[in-house]
Protein backbone atom coordinates (compact mmCIF):
# COMPACT_ATOMS: atom_id res chain seq x y z
CA UNK A 1 0.00 0.00 0.00
CA UNK A 2 1.36 3.67 -1.03
CA UNK A 3 0.62 6.12 1.69
CA UNK A 4 -0.49 9.76 1.16
CA UNK A 5 2.26 12.47 1.32
CA UNK A 6 1.28 14.67 4.47
CA UNK A 7 1.99 17.79 3.00
CA UNK A 8 -0.07 17.17 -0.10
CA UNK A 9 -3.08 16.08 2.68
CA UNK A 10 -2.56 19.20 4.57
CA UNK A 11 -2.83 21.60 1.76
CA UNK A 12 -6.50 20.08 0.41
CA UNK A 13 -7.22 20.22 4.56
CA UNK A 14 -6.45 23.44 4.79
CA UNK A 15 -8.82 24.68 2.06
CA UNK A 16 -11.42 21.88 3.42
CA UNK A 17 -11.38 23.80 6.86
CA UNK A 18 -11.54 27.16 5.65
CA UNK A 19 -14.71 26.53 3.21
CA UNK A 20 -15.98 24.80 6.83
CA UNK A 21 -15.32 27.53 9.04
CA UNK A 22 -16.78 30.15 6.62
CA UNK A 23 -20.02 27.88 5.95
CA UNK A 24 -20.61 28.17 10.24
CA UNK A 25 -19.57 32.07 10.14
CA UNK A 26 -16.72 30.81 12.52
CA UNK A 27 -14.01 33.76 12.28
CA UNK A 28 -11.54 33.41 15.08
CA UNK A 29 -11.48 29.82 16.17
CA UNK A 30 -8.61 28.15 18.54
CA UNK A 31 -6.50 25.73 17.26
CA UNK A 32 -5.90 23.19 19.53
CA UNK A 33 -3.63 19.88 18.33
CA UNK A 34 -3.24 16.44 20.40
CA UNK A 35 0.18 15.60 21.28
CA UNK A 36 2.38 14.88 19.93
CA UNK A 37 1.50 14.13 16.13
CA UNK A 38 -1.82 16.51 16.34
CA UNK A 39 0.32 18.89 16.92
CA UNK A 40 2.55 18.68 14.16
CA UNK A 41 -0.20 18.31 11.89
CA UNK A 42 -1.88 21.77 14.12
CA UNK A 43 1.64 23.40 13.23
CA UNK A 44 1.77 22.55 9.22
CA UNK A 45 -2.03 23.01 9.00
CA UNK A 46 -1.81 26.61 10.93
CA UNK A 47 1.72 27.57 8.68
CA UNK A 48 -0.10 26.15 5.51
CA UNK A 49 -3.08 28.79 6.21
CA UNK A 50 -0.77 31.31 7.29
CA UNK A 51 -2.18 31.95 10.37
CA UNK A 52 -0.21 32.87 13.45
CA UNK A 53 -2.89 32.32 16.26
CA UNK A 54 -1.34 30.88 19.44
CA UNK A 55 -1.32 26.80 19.21
CA UNK A 56 -2.95 24.80 22.45
CA UNK A 57 -1.73 21.64 23.69
CA UNK A 58 -3.32 18.38 24.72
CA UNK A 59 -1.76 15.45 26.46
CA UNK A 60 -4.83 13.24 26.88
CA UNK A 61 -2.85 10.73 28.72
CA UNK A 62 -4.47 11.09 31.95
CA UNK A 63 -8.06 10.95 30.23
CA UNK A 64 -7.47 7.90 28.62
CA UNK A 65 -10.13 5.05 29.13
CA UNK A 66 -7.22 2.19 29.22
CA UNK A 67 -4.61 4.86 31.62
CA UNK A 68 -5.48 1.95 34.46
CA UNK A 69 -4.31 -0.54 31.98
CA UNK A 70 -1.72 0.76 30.05
CA UNK A 71 0.06 3.05 32.80
CA UNK A 72 1.89 6.40 32.32
CA UNK A 73 3.29 6.99 29.24
CA UNK A 74 7.01 8.07 30.66
CA UNK A 75 6.67 11.47 28.13
CA UNK A 76 4.06 13.11 29.62
CA UNK A 77 3.51 16.49 29.62
CA UNK A 78 1.21 18.91 31.11
CA UNK A 79 -1.75 20.23 28.34
CA UNK A 80 -0.83 24.20 27.71
CA UNK A 81 -4.35 26.02 26.47
CA UNK A 82 -2.99 29.53 26.06
CA UNK A 83 -6.98 30.95 25.95
CA UNK A 84 -10.29 30.52 27.52
CA UNK A 85 -12.02 27.31 26.12
CA UNK A 86 -15.78 28.76 27.53
CA UNK A 87 -18.18 30.19 24.70
CA UNK A 88 -14.75 29.46 21.77
CA UNK A 89 -15.13 27.85 18.51
CA UNK A 90 -12.21 25.30 19.23
CA UNK A 91 -10.59 23.56 16.16
CA UNK A 92 -9.41 20.03 17.84
CA UNK A 93 -6.66 18.53 15.35
CA UNK A 94 -5.18 15.19 15.77
CA UNK A 95 -2.74 13.13 13.20
CA UNK A 96 -4.57 9.26 12.76
CA UNK A 97 -8.21 8.69 14.17
CA UNK A 98 -8.42 5.03 14.36
CA UNK A 99 -11.04 3.80 17.55
CA UNK A 100 -11.98 7.33 18.66
CA UNK A 101 -10.93 6.75 21.93
CA UNK A 102 -7.76 9.36 21.67
CA UNK A 103 -10.10 12.04 20.64
CA UNK A 104 -13.11 11.47 23.43
CA UNK A 105 -10.28 11.69 25.52
CA UNK A 106 -9.56 15.19 24.44
CA UNK A 107 -13.07 16.28 24.47
CA UNK A 108 -13.24 15.40 27.84
CA UNK A 109 -10.19 17.24 29.18
CA UNK A 110 -11.39 20.09 26.88
CA UNK A 111 -14.90 20.37 29.12
CA UNK A 112 -12.88 20.30 32.39
CA UNK A 113 -11.47 23.50 30.42
CA UNK A 114 -14.82 24.82 30.20
CA UNK A 115 -17.59 24.60 27.48
CA UNK A 116 -16.80 25.70 23.91
CA UNK A 117 -19.38 27.15 21.54
CA UNK A 118 -18.53 24.33 19.00
CA UNK A 119 -15.94 21.86 18.39
CA UNK A 120 -14.39 20.91 14.62
CA UNK A 121 -12.79 17.85 14.23
CA UNK A 122 -9.48 17.81 12.03
CA UNK A 123 -7.61 14.11 11.38
CA UNK A 124 -5.03 13.55 9.00
CA UNK A 125 -6.00 10.22 8.43
CA UNK A 126 -8.90 8.66 9.28
CA UNK A 127 -8.12 5.04 9.76
CA UNK A 128 -12.17 3.92 9.54
CA UNK A 129 -11.99 1.53 12.21
CA UNK A 130 -13.72 3.50 14.92
CA UNK A 131 -15.52 1.67 18.14
CA UNK A 132 -16.80 4.96 19.09
CA UNK A 133 -19.44 7.49 16.78
CA UNK A 134 -16.72 9.95 16.49
CA UNK A 135 -15.64 11.08 12.97
CA UNK A 136 -13.80 14.10 11.85
CA UNK A 137 -15.39 17.25 10.09
CA UNK A 138 -11.79 17.47 8.36
CA UNK A 139 -10.09 14.50 7.06
CA UNK A 140 -7.01 14.42 5.00
CA UNK A 141 -7.37 10.76 3.53
CA UNK A 142 -9.60 7.70 4.75
CA UNK A 143 -7.01 4.39 4.71
CA UNK A 144 -8.80 0.91 5.08
CA UNK A 145 -5.61 -1.15 6.92
CA UNK A 146 -5.29 -5.03 7.53
CA UNK A 147 -5.41 -5.35 11.34
CA UNK A 148 -2.06 -6.08 11.43
CA UNK A 149 -1.32 -3.17 10.16
CA UNK A 150 -0.93 0.79 11.88
CA UNK A 151 0.46 3.86 10.59
CA UNK A 152 3.05 6.13 12.52
CA UNK A 153 3.43 9.67 11.58
CA UNK A 154 7.01 10.81 11.79
CA UNK A 155 8.01 14.78 12.16
CA UNK A 156 7.18 17.48 13.40
CA UNK A 157 9.32 18.42 10.22
CA UNK A 158 8.84 17.23 7.53
CA UNK A 159 6.13 15.16 7.85
CA UNK A 160 6.08 11.60 6.99
CA UNK A 161 3.94 8.54 7.37
CA UNK A 162 5.21 5.25 8.13
CA UNK A 163 3.27 1.75 7.34
CA UNK A 164 4.04 -0.61 10.19
CA UNK A 165 3.81 -4.12 10.15
CA UNK A 166 2.83 -5.92 13.25
CA UNK A 167 3.18 -9.70 12.57
CA UNK A 168 6.88 -8.68 11.83
Not at 35 to 61: C, K
Not at 129 to 143: C, F, K, Q, Y
Request: glycine share 8%; hydrophobic share 45%.
Amino acid sequence: MSLPNPADLISQMAIRLTAHLEQRGIREPRYIGIRTGGVWVAQALLDELGNQAPLGTLDVSFYRDDFSQNGLHPQVRPSALPFEIEGQHLVLIDDVLMSGRTVRAAMNELFDYGRPASVTLVCLLDLDAAELPIRPNVVGATLTLAAHERVKLLGPAPLQLELQDLAL
